[in-house]
């Protein structure tokens, strides 16, 4: 009896199995009366998919690797309202894509198919990408400058934090007149650039490259400049006692303290004595004029003349001292001037003269000191700078030292 069960039992359990096996099998197989018995076959997909962003279009970039039969590779976006199809000439190797798509400013989502010469097609490649447009461009902005110093062998730029996707183009002319183009990335916060010629413009321009993959740059609408502030006195100012060493002059008659500044012009109305020619070896050296024992004079005149490139100048002098018998400084009457020309105007046109830049006038008391004016120059300009004064007997002043700056801003 319990033989026969062990029959049985073993018998069911055969046929369930293959029961079992043979519903699987219809499952697995049962696509196939969809695709008339045939298998199906997916070509390889195309490979390292990368949509460029750029200026109003989006650059395909792809890869066919594995399967040799891909004959066609299409692209949809807008939901599958616009497409591209490339065909394709695949090689014994690795097989590079490109395809330039215009496209209006957006973000566009594409699905990529590879096909096969029977027709067959891929499983989908999803990707993004961007078209950059005037929008885009209008939101960008300048990378800030820090500081521009000059230096004696270079300028250097420093920078504040840029957005990392900025870089600078940065263009200046040197000493020899040679033009230079260097780039500043934003992971940089200086900039050196040798020889950067003094009293020139730097000329900046912010690029964007929106992303890593992006085939095109953008820029802010406007180039802008700068430059460095630079002591150039001793470039134009012959003689002037620069770091107050003083004005050097040449004795007169044999003199051992009054004579002629050198390098400087002196009207005659100055020269009252044979030996005093408005110089004296005073403080180190100095422009002095002076009328003690002499007489009054009128409209004297100690200047140079020399031509300045366009730009945004102060000019400054040191006077160290001043003296007018019994302290009446009324015997001073003094312009420190800078004014267009070879010449400066007469006393009583300084101010009034449409040629002059800049001007400070003052008395004995006022006149001493450290005094600045400042001027702009729109083009390279012949200018003249220096000193007109009035004296009555008995007083004089003395100049040590004068300072010509170029200034950027």
Same mark, same amino acid.
């Given at each position: 009896?319990?033989q026969i069960?062990?029959i049985?039992?073993?018998?069911v ?7 079992w096996?043979?519903s699987g ?11 008339g ?5 997916y ?6 998919v990368?949509? +460029?962003s750029?200026r109003?279009?989006i650059?395909?970039?792809?890869l066919?690797?594995?399967d040799?039969n891909?004959r066609?590779v299409?692209i ?18 690795v ?8 496209l209006?400013e957006g973000?566009?989502?594409?699905q990529?198919?590879s096909h096969d ?5 891929s499983i ?7 078209s950059?447009?005037a929008?885009?461009?209008k939101g ?11 230096n004696?062998?270079y300028?250097?730029?420093n920078?504040?934090?840029g ?6 183009k940065?263009d200046?002319v040197d000493?020899?007149d040679?033009? +230079?183009t ?7 916060d200086?900039?050196l650039?040798?020889?950067c010629?003094p009293l020139?413009?730097?000329?900046l321009q912010?690029?964007y490259l929106?992303?890593e ?8 609408a ?8 630079a ?16 004005i050097?002059g040449?004795?007169?008659?044999g003199n051992?303290e ?11 109305p100055?020269?009252?004595?044979? +030996?005093q020619h408005?110089?004296?070896?005073r ?7 002076e ?6 004079f ?5 200047y ?14 040191y ?5 007018a018998?019994s302290?009446?400084w009324?015997k ?10 070879a010449?400066?105007?007469?006393m009583?046109?300084i101010?009034a ?7 400070f +006038?003052?008395?004995g ?12 120059l729109?083009?390279?300009t012949?200018?003249?700078i220096?000193?007109v004064f ?12 004068l300072?010509?700056?170029y200034k950027a801003?």
């Amino acid at each position: 009896m319990k033989q026969i069960r062990f029959i049985f039992f073993t018998l069911v359990a055969v046929y369930m199995i293959g029961v079992w096996l043979l519903s699987g099998c219809t499952g697995m197989d049962d696509y196939l009366k969809y695709t008339g018995g045939k298998e199906l076959v997916y070509p390889g997909k195309v490979d390292s998919v990368i949509f +460029h962003s750029g200026r109003e279009r989006i650059v395909f970039t792809g890869l066919l690797i594995s399967d040799p039969n891909i004959r066609k590779v299409s692209i949809f976006w807008n939901n599958r309202t616009d497409s591209l199809m490339l065909d394709v000439q695949r090689s014994t190797g690795v097989d590079s894509l490109t395809a330039n798509i215009p496209l209006p400013e957006g973000t566009y989502n594409f699905q990529v198919y590879s096909h096969d010469a029977e027709g067959r097609s891929s499983i989908v490649t999803n990707a993004l990408g961007n078209s950059y447009g005037a929008n885009y461009e209008k939101g960008l902005y300048d990378r800030p400058v820090k500081s521009v110093i000059q230096n004696p062998n270079y300028v250097e730029i420093n920078w504040y934090n840029g957005d990392p996707a900025c870089f600078v183009k940065v263009d200046y002319v040197d000493i020899y007149d040679v033009e +230079h183009t260097t780039f500043a990335p934003a992971s940089k916060d200086t900039t050196l650039l040798p020889y950067c010629k003094p009293l020139t413009e730097i000329r900046l321009q912010t690029f964007y490259l929106p992303d890593e993959y992006a085939v095109d740059t953008f820029k802010v609408a406007n180039p802008w400049y700068v430059g460095a502030d630079a002591d150039i006195t001793e470039t134009y100012i012959k003689n002037s006692g620069a770091g107050g060493v003083g004005i050097k002059g040449n004795y007169l008659n044999g003199n051992s303290e009054w004579g002629e500044p050198i390098d400087w012009i002196v009207t005659d109305p100055v020269k009252v004595n044979a +030996h005093q020619h408005g110089w004296a070896n005073r403080d180190g050296g100095v422009l002095h004029p002076e009328t003690w024992g002499s007489g009054d004079f009128e409209n004297g005149k100690i200047y140079q003349t020399f031509t300045l490139p366009k730009g945004k100048y102060e000019l400054s002098y040191y006077c160290v001292g001043a003296a007018a018998a019994s302290n009446d400084w009324s015997k001073i009457n003094a312009y420190f001037v800078a004014a267009e020309g070879a010449a400066p105007p007469d006393m009583n046109e300084i101010e009034a003269d449409d040629r002059v830049l800049g001007f400070f +006038h003052g008395d004995g008391t006022t006149f001493t000191g450290w005094h600045t004016i400042t001027f702009t120059l729109g083009e390279a300009t012949q200018i003249n700078i220096g000193f007109v004064f009035s004296l009555k007997n008995e007083s004089q002043f003395r100049v040590k030292e004068l300072k010509l700056m170029y200034k950027a801003k």
